[in-house]
């Protein structure tokens, strides 16, 4: 973990807000939770968040590819959020004007769930 000065900086297991627009096709768009992936110093030095967005939406329960990582925010109450691990994305988060997210970061037991599942997507490990 790189240590956090006064500004701002997303970093590794945060959840962060941010725009996904401009979007394409079926891909999300607007404001969206957003789990990083990529360490702060990676953020830090090149602007950019690897990551995988987050979502409430019902029909995830039956994806195989999404993982439940507990209650939504105020907002959604009693709505499910779900990382969905098929859709690895990077974004300038400074450009987006990323914002901490209220559930702060993703508990370690879920990050590694998400982490497991990408790995088996992807394959790097």
Known sequence: ????NSAWLPDRQD????DCNP????????IHP???LSPGIFNDKT???????MT???YNAD????VAVGKASARKTGKTSYVLCHQPK??????RNAKPHPMGTLHDAFFIRVCELLNQIIQLV
């Open 1 to 4: 973990m790189v240590k956090k």
């Open 15 to 18: 959840i962060i807000w941010i």
């Open 23 to 30: 979007q394409a096709g079926q891909e999300m768009r607007d």
């Open 34 to 36: 957003f789990l990083v």
């Open 47 to 53: 602007s950019l968040v690897i990551g995988l967005p």
């Open 56 to 58: 409430t939406a019902a």
């Open 63 to 66: 994806n195989p590819f999404a």
């Open 90 to 95: 990077s974004f300038d988060w400074r450009i």
